[in-house]
């Protein structure tokens, strides 16, 4: 062997080496007086690693509601006011229909805010909702958007409604940047009824100076059930049916464009969808643990182990030195398909690891393959006859993996994402470390 080859051969062990410390070890940094693995964390499904699991119930609670002597709701009570107490949900929207549609919307708001792998389910007799979803950071924020109502109106100084829900036609986030950051914008797009609306708005709610040269201002203000979004005026007409509403301030900071852009997104996500018919109360929130255990893993982990190593085993016996490098080729590729997974975002779930095991296999088939050409001397497009007849097991996998990425379901999708990268990783590792391990090297003798 030439010394380029052996160089070559060297540098590509090295490379299998170092990739599969990163992935089986990881890349620790000191911070402060302890160590961080800065290789990202796999990202793993409910079945997993558990998640949280929330109740939301009726309101069956009842308001205070002040009403004057023409029977209009005041805020404070006084002469000629009457009291009642009035029931948060009507007794009479208290039924099936309202229920499930109040879990339809909860399922579409999960689904606007990338809640894939969820759970939901709903009881028929009283409306309660059961929900189960990943346990992260937004959790809180997710849980607390299911029960806000949603109702969006735009209204006067006087209360009167100009505009609503019915007149949107779509919500989204959008950004800028500007000399002092980023500025991100919630853009609401009307239908045509909405825009012409809103165009004669912005001709009315205006500022003005009247012949003392006080000025006069209209206001219209956005508000989310009670709670008040934007209040402004305008100074030149909207044409274009685009309510285009600043949320936070333009800046540098990451993390609060982060922030800004979740918030746009969730309001986005309300207006996105319908206004739920009733009102609800999370009434059971807690962190519910996987039934599966680390300990469950051991068994069917060392079994794994077990069969990659008779593998390993089989391919040196039978094909000796090339076996043994075939061996290393293998070792690189469950290595490098592992760091795929963490950094791809790919959730991982029991029938992806599933997957994981159907991507070791088709790789070792492959090298099989590659191996038996090799030791019946057919010493001509050795890599391109393997790879040809590997073809025709890895292009209906392939198709399948593909058709299964678009399913809504997350362990469907989980296990057609991993079949994808899997086969990929095949295709590149092969290309790179087995060729070069054993088909240029013999090319090169």
């Given amino acids: 062997m030439k010394i380029e080859q052996k160089l070559k051969v060297a540098l590509v062990i090295l490379f299998i080496i170092l990739i599969s410390l990163i992935s089986f070890g990881g890349i620790f940094i000191q911070k402060g007086k302890s160590f961080e693995n800065i290789v990202s964390e796999y990202k793993l499904g409910m079945d997993l690693e558990g998640g949280r699991r929330v109740s939301l119930v009726v309101d069956t609670s009842n308001n205070t509601v002040i009403y004057d002597k023409d029977g209009?709701?005041?805020?404070?009570?006084?002469?000629?006011?009457?009291?009642?107490?009035?029931?948060?949900?009507?007794?009479?929207?208290?039924?099936?229909?309202?229920?499930?549609?109040?879990?339809?919307?909860?399922?579409?708001?999960?689904?606007?805010?990338?809640?894939?792998?969820?759970?939901?389910?709903?009881?028929?007799?009283?409306?309660?909702?059961?929900?189960?979803?990943?346990?992260?950071?937004?959790?809180?924020?997710?849980?607390?958007?299911?029960?806000?109502?949603?109702?969006?109106?735009?209204?006067?100084?006087?209360?009167?409604?100009?505009?609503?829900?019915?007149?949107?036609?779509?919500?989204?986030?959008?950004?800028?940047?500007?000399?002092?950051?980023?500025?991100?914008?919630?853009?609401?797009?009307?239908?045509?009824?909405?825009?012409?609306?809103?165009?004669?708005?912005?001709?009315?709610?205006?500022?003005?100076?009247?012949?003392?040269?006080?000025?006069?201002?209209?206001?219209?203000?956005?508000?989310?059930?009670?709670?008040?979004?934007?209040?402004?005026?305008?100074?030149?007409?909207?044409?274009?049916?685009?309510?285009?509403?600043?949320?936070?301030?333009?800046?540098?900071?990451?993390?609060?464009?982060?922030?800004?852009?979740?918030?746009?997104?969730?309001?986005?996500?309300?207006?996105?969808?319908?206004?739920?018919?009733?009102?609800?109360?999370?009434?059971?929130?807690?962190?519910v643990m996987s039934d599966i255990t680390k300990d469950m893993f051991y068994i069917p982990a060392i079994t794994l182990l077990a069969i990659i190593l008779i593998g390993v085993i089989f391919l040196i016996i039978k094909y000796r030195k090339d076996g043994f490098l075939?061996?290393?080729?293998?070792?690189?590729?469950?290595?490098?398909?592992?760091?795929?997974?963490?950094?791809?975002?790919?959730?991982?779930?029991?029938?992806?690891?599933v997957a994981i095991v159907i991507s070791i296999v088709l790789d070792y088939i492959f090298t099989v393959y590659l191996l038996s050409l090799i030791k019946k001397d057919e010493t001509s497009s050795l890599f391109k006859e393997a790879l040809i007849k590997t073809i025709f097991i890895i292009i209906p996998v392939l198709i399948t993996a593909v058709v299964l990425c678009f399913a809504g379901w997350l362990p469907i999708f989980s296990f057609g994402m991993i079949i994808f990268w899997g086969l990929l990783v095949i295709l590149l590792c092969n290309l790179i470390i087995t060729k070069t391990l054993i088909v240029d090297i013999r090319k090169n003798k």
């Fill in 72 to 287: 209009n709701v005041v805020e404070e009570e006084g002469e000629d006011t009457t009291t009642k107490e009035e029931p948060v949900n009507p007794k009479e929207a208290l039924i099936v229909d309202n229920y499930n549609k109040s879990k339809n919307i909860m399922e579409k708001r999960l689904n606007e805010m990338g809640v894939s792998d969820y759970i939901i389910r709903e009881d028929e007799t009283n409306g309660t909702i059961y929900i189960e979803l990943p346990e992260n950071d937004n959790t809180d924020l997710i849980c607390s958007y299911l029960t806000i109502p949603g109702k969006f109106t735009v209204v006067n100084n006087d209360g009167e409604e100009l505009l609503n829900k019915s007149h949107v036609k779509k919500a989204q986030v959008g950004y800028s940047y500007v000399d002092t950051g980023t500025a991100i914008y919630l853009n609401i797009e009307l239908n045509k009824e909405g825009t012409q609306i809103f165009k004669d708005i912005t001709n009315t709610y205006i500022k003005t100076t009247d012949e003392e040269g006080n000025e006069n201002t209209k206001n219209i203000s956005l508000k989310i059930d009670d709670t008040t979004l934007l209040t402004t005026y305008f100074e030149s007409e909207i044409s274009n049916g685009i309510i285009q509403m600043s949320i936070g301030t333009a800046t540098t900071d990451n993390e609060a464009i982060n922030s800004y852009l979740q918030e746009a997104s969730n309001l986005a996500v309300l207006l996105n969808t319908e206004d739920l018919p009733l009102v609800y109360n999370i009434q059971e929130n807690m962190h």
């Fill in 326 to 353: 075939a061996s290393i080729a293998l070792i690189g590729y469950i290595a490098t398909l592992l760091l795929v997974l963490r950094y791809t975002n790919v959730v991982l779930t029991m029938e992806g690891i």
